[in-house]
């Protein structure tokens, strides 16, 4: 076999790609990755999951030195932002995760070449590098994991200086003015949590009458008013006309739920309405690859696509777009690959919104159960204030919601409240082995903790909560 010809190639060193290339190569297959960017770790690592996380930590700690700990006892005055500080110490983040994924490669036998991937036929994959040279490399299986783009609105296309997208928004060199988010999902509301803490004044446009609207109705609900509460401000049920960035500011022509039109003048624009996958390029229409009415590849429960011997995993493909979704489906493609039992729950996928207080779930929302299983359906819900941790804290805002079907088996968990991104793993545990809410709140947690909170909601569904 030689230098360029491996038994699996993978396009794309996102969360799903690097990981599906780990697996394989732990699992003996001669394996190589292809990325076009110079760094590893795809959107999430670079300029995603990871940058924002970081600007949160900091913008967070922001807060808390000039709202919060005055509560503790501690005196902070004249706390400053030192905006281009915050955002190097994100690229140094960013820097050393990237450089550890590369050492992964390294250390697990994954040659990397760097370039864009382009299937050339006969399981063949030209890559194309910067310099436009090009090298061709052959495998046996070829998996496809080059995740998704940031979608432009029509009536306000990215210009990269006043309409930007959630690339750009991590990189401002000053705290704007006004910023208008277009779009109420989580990256939205993430980054407009940002600078919104550092002083902007934000304003998210909406077109449905919910944030988040995929989440537990009562969770985004309690969500949306914290958010107010914190000084963002939303217009629901109201559509983006047209930007105007012909003048000193940009302009926001927006029309609400009454017809009537406004203009909102910022300094930037953020278009957060979602992700599509990125599939250009990648030559899948010659190689027998079947795309669906929304543009991902169609896969069978193997991952495997239309064309014999390549297969898709991550954002390409149906399913959420979240980075530990990708990386799932790569351990199971390689473990598949390998003739081994690769699975992966979908029912069990949480996902997690990191404003301040978090906002984490998994399972089934509320409607969504009783739409299922009616009358069978029972819901515990304890508040954080009630929560000795939670209390000491100083973070009593809040709940655990547990939602438990036939049987008692655990449908679904909702958290909002301090650290629900940590405190939500449990339950994922618990859906994945087919648990019941008996099982939580017959298991001993440490006292004083916030998971007690997640205990008694599970209590709360046979009404037998101790402490509320």
């Known amino acids: 076999m030689s230098d360029k010809n491996f038994d699996v190639i993978v396009i794309g060193a996102g969360p799903g790609g690097y990981v599906a290339a780990i697996r394989a190569a732990q699992l003996g297959f001669k394996t190589a990755i292809i990325e076009k960017r110079p760094a590893l770790g795809g959107t999430c690592l670079n ?6 996380k970081a600007l949160l930590d900091s913008s967070e700690l922001y807060a808390m030195a000039t709202h ?5 006892g501690i005196k902070t005055a004249g706390v400053e932002m030192d905006v281009p500080a915050m955002i190097a110490r994100k690229n140094k983040v960013v820097d050393e995760l990237t450089r550890g994924i590369a050492g992964l490669m390294k ?7 760097t370039g864009a991937g382009r299937l050339a036929g006969a399981m063949k994959v030209i890559v194309e590098g910067k310099d436009g040279g090009t090298e061709l490399v052959a495998s046996k299986n070829i998996l496809i994991a080059t995740g998704s783009v ?4 029509p009536t306000a296309p990215f210009d990269g200086r006043y309409v930007v997208s959630s690339t750009e928004a991590l990189d401002f060199t000053e ?11 989580y990256i939205g509301l993430e980054l407009g949590s940002v600078w919104r803490r550092l002083g902007a004044e934000v304003i998210v446009v909406e077109m449905l009458p919910h944030i988040v609207p995929f989440m537990d109705r009562e969770t985004a609900t309690a969500l949306f008013k914290s958010l107010q509460r914190q000084g ?3 217009r629901m049920e109201t559509k983006v006309a047209g930007v105007d960035t012909s003048g000193a500011r940009p302009a926001v022509r927006v029309v609400g739920p009454d017809g009537r039109e406004e203009t909102i003048e910022c300094d930037k624009v953020l278009v957060s309405i979602g992700r599509k996958p990125f599939t250009e390029g990648l030559g899948l229409e010659a190689a027998g690859v079947t795309l669906d009415e929304r543009g991902r590849i169609k896969v069978d429960d193997h991952f495997r696509t239309t064309a014999p011997g390549i297969s898709a995993i991550g954002d390409v493909i149906p399913g959420p777009m979240l980075a530990h979704k990708a990386e799932e489906e790569g351990v199971a493609w390689a473990e598949l690959l390998a003739g081994k039992a690769g ?4 029912e069990a996928i949480p996902s997690v919104v990191y404003t301040w207080p978090e906002a984490a779930s998994v399972g089934l929302t509320e409607e969504q159960a009783r739409e299922r299983h009616s009358a069978e359906v029972r819901v515990g819900k304890f508040p954080f204030v009630a929560n000795g941790r939670a209390k000491a804290m100083n973070e009593r805002e809040g709940f655990v919601k547990v939602i438990s079907g036939p049987r008692d088996r655990l449908l679904g968990v909702h958290i909002f409240g301090p650290r629900a991104s940590d405190m939500i793993a449990e339950a994922v545990i618990a859906i994945e082995f087919g648990g019941t809410a008996e099982d939580i709140a017959r298991t001993c947690h440490a006292h004083p903790t916030l998971s007690e909170a997640l205990k008694e909601a599970a209590l709360g569904t046979d009404g037998r909560m101790i402490h509320s």
Do not use: D, W
């Open 150 to 153: 940031p979608m432009e609105l």
């Open 68 to 72: 919060t700990f005055a509560a503790h």
């Open 343 to 346: 699975h992966v729950n979908y």
């Open 232 to 234: 963002l401000q939303f």
């Open 107 to 113: 250390k697990n036998k994954v040659t990397v070449f």
């Open 47 to 52: 300029v995603g999951c990871i940058p924002s």
């Open 175 to 185: 705290v704007p003015r006004r910023l208008v988010v277009v779009g109420g999902g």
